[in-house]
């Protein structure tokens, strides 16, 4: 991902974002668990298409299943997911969409992984059983409240890494500031304690980590423990920003999306790669493609 984009350069410039309903590309994200064992020969398959539709993006294959950002015209994008669909494993695939003027990635990339995201726990399996979800409507409402139906006290657990947490995150949610996602699993199972008699709801960007990492602490003894089903992107997508400050980091070139999914004027520093928000974008040490109040060196 590089920071030194042209949406990028025309924020720091001051110049406007073109307004999402303008926008000619649709950006996608979507995931399923399924075993995948055909990886190798389906790669250049996948790598064909989206040349020929001029697609951009990652898609990851797995072992364990697929999972793609991907950008481009509307009927480009539908014809791409018309044929992944044709495969009876991603034919329930489910997609989470925003919409922007320019295509949100630079390249095209088909990779294939171990996982999905990586976390090490070889026995957590989606596939096999996922851990019970909430959608966006109703735990708005749990957050309303601030009970879920059955009168316990609701607590969001942000599983994503540090840095995106800093972009934004639900009001009042627990952060353990992990660097990376394999982190998490210790960390939950050491402060399980700490959420005796209350229904947890685990989150993250688009629901990849949550469902693992809700998966693992059904597996270590969780009684009511929730994903939140399509991630932040997903609730943003339903019911917008209530009970959520600050925008949505994102894995491409618009690095935020704000809770009407349009980009912002949040940027990655062309250097050492650290989140400059607006705000910090004031600050003598942010000079554009030079350097960050994370990484000046005076």
């Not at 994200?29 to 990652?58: N, S, V, W």
């Amino acid at each position: 991902m590089s920071a030194n984009t042209a949406l990028q350069a025309e924020a720091h410039a001051g110049a406007p974002v073109a307004a999402a309903a303008t926008a000619p590309h649709v950006n996608i994200a979507a995931y399923k668990f399924i075993t995948f064992d055909d990886t190798e020969a389906m790669r250049p398959q996948y790598q064909d298409i989206c040349a020929r539709l001029g697609l951009k993006g990652t898609i990851l294959l797995t072992p364990e299943g697929i999972n793609m950002f991907l950008s481009g015209p509307r009927a480009n994008i539908d014809e791409f997911l018309a044929w992944v669909r044709s495969d009876a494993r991603f034919a329930d695939l489910e997609v989470k969409e925003s919409l922007s003027s320019e295509q949100s990635h630079k390249r095209m990339l088909v990779k294939i992984k171990k996982e999905i995201i990586t976390m090490r726990m070889p026995l957590i399996k989606p596939e096999e059983g996922r851990a019970p979800f909430v959608e966006a409507h109703t735990l708005k409402r749990w957050l309303d409240n601030g009970v879920d139906d059955q009168g316990k006290p609701v607590v969001m657990v942000d599983t994503r890494n540090d840095f995106e947490v800093d972009v934004g995150t639900f009001d009042n949610t627990v952060d353990y500031r992990i660097k990376k996602f394999t982190e998490f699993p210790d960390l939950i199972a050491a402060h399980k304690d700490d959420f005796e008699g209350k229904t947890v709801v685990t989150f993250c960007t688009g629901g990849i980590r949550c469902e693992k990492a809700a998966i693992h602490m059904q597996n270590i003894g969780y009684d009511n423990v929730y994903q939140l089903e399509g991630g932040i992107l997903k609730y943003f997508e339903e019911v917008g920003g209530a009970h959520y400050t600050g925008d949505c980091f994102v894995f491409d070139y618009r690095t935020a999306l704000n809770p009407q999914l349009q980009p912002t004027e949040t940027v990655q520093c062309f250097v050492c790669r650290a989140v400059v928000t607006p705000r910090q974008q004031l600050a003598p040490e942010y000079v554009y493609e030079k350097s960050c109040p994370a990484c000046y060196q005076g």
